[in-house]
């Protein structure tokens, strides 16, 4: 039906149209769902939606740049966005907690105080609260460089590079057990870590792509590009729903996916990089496929130096549409295509035919070259024309060239489409340049090539007398990747690739590298239209721009502080108290005064944001840095690093006593607890100090010893200061020398087991051993468990080593019970850091049914640390290692915080004193009486007593006076290698069976 208004009846038209409002004539049925579009529901959870008016909604309001609290406390982010889709689709009304803290909201939704969590991995021990969608967040992680560092293409360059990883996320041990050789560059945020590869500290961060996105546009780290994909699906995340509502779950599952794409699409391209999102694209590769590329990283490419704008090289780059695509496919196969370099077009097809050459980015197909290569599918396309002067007669077409002189470039598809297609006699020349310029000169009369090549060159040469003067043929000419013919498994692998590019993308690098000029006459009404509107336009620019100087000078102002001050606490950041440090040295160089550098870093700093939330670490930090500002002198500077790291500079300094002063007096500024509405909180921390000029005339030096110093202090004397000295770089260079040396030396085996035997006290018979790690390197000598240990646990290969010694330990104790007529055991010690693995329990009990033990004679030592690490599961792992029956020891007892308190928590068998209180056991009381209290108490609860250290008849005398059960020391024997203790237990022991079982360590 059509309704025609007239001038009269219109207001008619209005009251008609309001009464038909008020009279629900255009309102939808109230029958109807309360979906806003058709979502299929079932009748329950119809009726589901009609009983439940509102829905309690949680985001994590730190997990930019999926949902997050901007700088007016509002929440926004990608999955913000889907969830206000979502509501309008399916008709419900969302109210959002006020909870953002992971730790909170998460505890809120297993008690049923929030119904949905926006973001949440699936795992299986959540399903017992939870039901999850299906995931719509598909995190990637990304390797970030500086955009002129061209080092890392692929994932496999960040081998041997300094790349900044954030300290304690899950998938940085994954990423060293991968890529030993990395040298590691620990960080607290990933903030920290794109900063360090913004000035150079790193030469990568590998973190993921959101947060990544959000932070260098946040930030304006506009130096730094997405090198490569590293992973392109970790943790994906889901909407978690309680699990009592399954029509709700249902219900928002439903509702995501009637989301269309184009959409999701939208909302991607304004959250996420999209152009380099397109990288993360699936290919649906066979395993076949996927083991030849991992066996294939590296693929040597042959190019035509000179086939602008499909390809060229611009000295010794790669250039052209083609190099665009090889650039894609590179980063979407994960391998590294390089140009051989120096090689002519000519060249490049000799040694394709021999085999030195993989693959062809841009070629036409001939069945002479079909004779050694092939061809994928053509993804380029052009047309084959003929060049003449613009003097020369009309031309139709090549039968028109018979008896003249065509120039054609050598060894291309168009001397191929001549020889197969005519009889003609083609003038040969090396590049395609010498050809036009040929046909320019005289020399020939026509060419014969591509459109857009000839073009690019007609231009670039300058070359006015020529000109297109007929097309070869009607048929499109294509161009090909082609591969090496004992390559033909790459062949799909590349149509798949290319199946990736998007049609977006191909159009895009098409308009990068093609354009079309043309002359035309000239329109003089138009031309009079321009002038009138380009008046009109600077008229209004010149109004506008007024207006806009305003916002420009405000917006600088402000640019220019967020570049030079830290947003949380309004401190100068690194680069300005690094400036303002560089000022102050050239001052003191003037006036012949010293300057000290004092870096601060608050201890544990993390446990803080993990125990109380990120909300209550920033004001921490920011009362912090008032409280250190109120201690400073006029002329003193103070700055943030980042994360918990500050500087302080202090001028004027004459000696180091004055240093010693203000380091005292800033530590003093965390006697007094830091009280928060919820909490309040004692922290400590640890100072370096350098002094300029003594310790160094540049600020980078400056700034490098003082670290150097707060390491140290935070390694051996945490909430104090230590100053830079000599020694200290001697430790450091020990330190770089031991891990650089360290990595591999498993595989080089240089690792060997040594065991030291425990004695019976009254006896002196051999009942046990301890399994101690020996590293022997040609290099550095035999290298002291003292140095090596704790660099092993801080890069993750303690886990490795661990497993090398369990295997060892417990294959030579089977040998030993199946040789001796003796029930021999073995002490293994178990380090924090082992406590990580969830394969660590399997692993021990795989060994123990390998070798055939009896669980009885394994015993697993650890020290407090074990129990005072924050790792999840401690104490599930100890139950379940007490669940194997094996034993277990406290070791070094005494020389922790609180022993006792884990002897009544914990089941322990034996217990190990300290060769710290055994040393002077015969001359003094105090540890005498200590030692005595021990024993018995020990045997109060029923467990076994071994000193170590025992090194005098002396301390065992007493030892035995006091019923210790077992010894172990110098005085019986130092730790020895298998023969070597063989021979003690051929002296001690009968032996089986002259044949003894050997058990296979693999």
């Not at 009279?23 to 119809?46: H, K, M, N």
Request: with cysteine.
């Amino acid at each position: 039906m059509r309704i025609k208004l007239r001038e009269g009846n219109f207001g008619t038209f209005l009251t008609l149209l309001m009464t038909g409002l008020m009279f629900g004539l255009v309102c939808p049925d109230p029958a109807e769902a309360r979906t806003s579009v058709d979502l299929e529901l079932t009748p329950d959870e119809q009726s589901w939606l009609e009983a439940n008016d509102t829905v309690t909604l949680a985001y994590d309001g730190f997990f930019p740049p999926y949902s997050f609290l901007n700088d007016d406390g509002e929440l926004e982010g990608f999955a913000v966005d889907v969830m206000r889709m979502i509501g309008e689709r399916a008709g419900i009304v969302f109210k959002v907690a006020p909870i953002h803290e992971w730790k909170d909201l998460y505890a809120a939704a297993q008690k049923q105080q929030v119904d949905v969590v926006a973001t949440m991995v699936e795992r299986v021990e959540r399903g017992q609260w939870f039901r999850f969608s299906d995931p719509y967040i598909y995190k990637s992680l990304v390797v970030i460089s500086r955009a002129e560092d061209d080092r890392i293409q692929v994932r496999e360059d960040v081998a041997g590079k300094r790349v900044a990883l954030v300290k304690n996320y899950q998938y940085v041990t994954k990423i060293l057990s991968e890529f030993p050789s990395i040298e590691s560059h620990p960080v607290d945020t990933m903030l920290d870590g794109l900063n360090a590869v913004s000035v150079g500290d790193a030469d990568a961060a590998i973190t993921f792509l959101g947060a990544g996105h959000y932070y260098r546009n946040k930030y304006l780290l506009s130096n730094l590009k997405y090198a490569a994909v590293y992973d392109k699906h970790t943790a994906n995340e889901s909407i978690a729903v309680r699990r009592d509502w399954p029509e709700l779950a249902a219900i928002l599952n439903k509702a995501l996916h009637s989301i269309p794409e184009a959409e999701l699409q939208k909302l991607r391209a304004k959250w996420l990089p999209a152009d380099f999102m397109e990288n993360l694209v699936e290919l649906n590769l066979t395993e076949t496929e996927k083991k030849w590329l991992r066996a294939h990283r590296n693929i040597r490419l042959g190019v035509d130096p000179e086939f602008a704008p499909f390809e060229y090289l611009d000295g010794e780059r790669y250039s052209g549409m083609a190099s665009d695509y090889v650039d894609l496919l590179s980063k979407r196969l994960n391998v590294k295509m390089e140009v051989v370099q120096g090689l002519s077009w000519k060249d490049v097809i000799q040694q394709a035919e021999g085999g030195a050459i993989d693959v062809l980015p841009a070629v036409g197909k001939t069945k002479e070259r079909q004779g050694y290569l092939n061809f994928t599918q053509p993804y380029l396309s052009f047309h084959r024309v003929i060049i003449t002067r613009d003097n020369v007669p009309f031309v139709a077409g090549l039968q028109d060239l018979y008896g003249q002189s065509v120039a054609v470039q050598a060894d291309t598809s168009h001397h191929g489409y001549i020889k197969e297609h005519t009889d003609l006699e083609p003038v040969l020349y090396q590049t395609l340049q010498e050809s036009l310029l040929a046909v320019s000169g005289g020399k020939a009369d026509a060419f014969v090539g591509n459109v857009a090549s000839a073009t690019y060159w007609i231009r670039k040469l300058n070359l006015t007398n020529l000109k297109i003067a007929a097309p070869v043929s009607t048929e499109v000419q294509s161009l090909h990747f082609a591969v090496r013919k004992d390559w033909p498994e790459l062949v799909p692998i590349l149509e798949k690739g290319l199946q990736t590019i998007s049609p977006r993308k191909r159009k895009e690098i098409s308009e990068k590298w093609l354009s079309i000029e043309y002359e035309a006459s000239i329109n003089y009404t138009l031309l009079w239209q321009v002038v009138i509107a380009f008046s009109a336009l600077v008229l209004i620019v010149v109004l506008w721009n007024v207006l806009l100087k305003r916002q420009v000078r405000l917006r600088t102002s402000q640019l220019a502080y967020t570049a030079n001050y830290d947003q949380l606490t309004d401190l100068p950041n690194r680069f300005l108290i690094l400036d303002r440090l560089m000022q102050q040295m050239n001052e003191a160089r003037r006036m012949r005064t010293k300057v000290a550098l004092i870096s601060i870093d608050i201890d544990d700093f993390k446990k803080i944001n993990d125990a109380f939330g990120h909300k209550t670490g920033d004001a921490i930090l920011k009362e912090f840095s008032e409280r250190v500002k109120a201690r400073l002198f006029e002329d003193d500077n103070i700055g943030r690093l980042g994360g918990d790291q500050f500087l302080v500079i202090q001028s004027h300094v004459g000696d180091a006593a004055d240093s010693v002063r203000l380091a005292e007096q800033l530590l003093g500024c965390l006697q007094q607890s830091f009280v928060t509405p919820s909490h309040e909180v004692t922290l400590t921390a640890s100072m370096g100090i350098s002094l300029y000029p003594d310790d160094g005339d540049t600020a980078e030096s400056l700034l490098k010893n003082a670290d150097t110093a707060t390491h140290h202090a935070k390694a051996q004397m945490p909430g104090n200061f230590a100053f830079y000295t000599d020694n200290l770089v001697r430790n450091v260079s020990r330190k770089l020398e031991l891990e650089r040396h360290i990595a591999g030396a498993l595989k080089r085996n240089e690792f060997e087991v040594y065991y030291q035997p425990k004695v019976d006290a009254r006896s002196h018979k051999i009942v046990s051993f301890e399994a101690l790690l020996r590293w022997f390197s040609p290099e550095l000598g035999a290298v002291s468990p003292v140095e090596f240990i704790p660099i092993a646990e801080k890069s993750g290969l303690i886990e490795e080593l661990g497993v090398f010694v369990l295997q060892e330990a417990l294959s030579t104790l089977a040998l030993w019970q199946e040789h001796y007529a003796a029930t021999l055991s073995m002490a293994i010690n178990l380090s924090p850091v082992q406590f990580r693995s969830s394969d660590l329990i399997p692993t021990i009990e795989s060994f123990c049914l390998n070798f055939n033990l009896n669980s009885k004679t394994i015993e697993f030592e650890i020290t407090e640390g074990v129990l005072l690490a924050d790792y999840p599961d401690i104490e599930e792992k100890l139950k379940r290692l007490e669940s194997l029956g094996v034993n277990m020891a406290m070791d070094d007892f005494g020389t922790g915080y609180s022993s006792m308190s884990y002897l009544r928590k914990y089941k322990f068998d034996t217990l190990k004193i300290d060769r710290e209180f055994i040393i002077d056991l015969a001359r003094e009381e105090s540890d005498r009486k200590l030692v005595f209290a021990t024993i018995a108490m020990a045997h109060q609860l029923g467990m076994r007593v071994v000193a170590e250290g025992v090194e005098t008849e002396e301390q065992q005398a007493i030892l035995v006076e006091q019923q210790c059960d077992y010894l172990q020391g110098w005085l019986f024997s130092k730790p020895l290698p298998t023969d070597q203790v063989m021979q003690l237990l051929d002296q001690q022991f009968a032996v089986k069976d002259a044949s003894p079982t050997y058990f296979s360590t693999e």
